[in-house]
């Protein structure tokens, strides 16, 4: 009798992939619903696409707060970057969705994380002058003097993009 042939790490047949992508469209889409089904099922939270954006990346990013609070309740990482080191609350932040970053903050995410070129959410936030969220990440602890990778503060961002209001708010 033959022993039966080795299974490596093979590329996923069709109707994976389909799946996959069935999960990061509803991610997008805010489908709370089949999140529901499949968490409790097993479904790792923290699945991650070809750019590494996760299923909370995208369904923060897109605004859908019902579906990233399901995620968070089972576990996703509000910290998980992806592929350029983006996070959930960076993505929040510069799409001025203030729920959407006490959410996440709620749920542990680092106020002060950054990319890899040194931006938090709050330079996000400065640069595009989202003061709400602004001020709810100064709130919970933000660095003001944080530079990124350019040696350019909140405030300093804020300023070369003309973000008025932000540039006041930091300088209060």
Do not use: W
Request: aromatic residues 4%.
């Amino acid at each position: 009798m033959a022993d039966a042939p080795q299974r490596t790490h093979a590329e996923p047949d069709e109707e994976t992939i389909q799946l996959a992508t069935k999960l990061f469209n509803c991610a997008r889409q805010g489908d709370v619903e089949t999140f529901a089904e499949l968490l409790p099922q097993g479904l790792p939270p923290n699945l991650r696409n070809h750019k590494g954006d996760s299923l909370l990346m995208l369904a923060s990013y897109h605004g859908h707060h019902e579906t990233a609070r399901l995620l968070l309740e089972h576990g996703a990482d509000p910290e998980l970057g992806n592929d350029q080191g983006q996070n959930p609350l960076a993505g929040a932040a510069y799409k001025g969705d203030l729920a959407m970053v006490e959410l996440l903050l709620a749920h542990g995410a680092d106020v002060n994380g950054c990319a890899p070129d040194g931006k938090t959410a709050l330079m996000f936030a400065a640069m595009f002058d989202r003061v709400e969220v602004v001020d709810c990440l100064l709130a919970h602890g933000a660095g003001r003097e944080a530079r990124d990778s350019r040696g350019m503060t909140a405030r300093d961002l804020a300023q070369a993009m003309g973000a008025e209001a932000a540039v006041g708010r930091l300088d209060e």
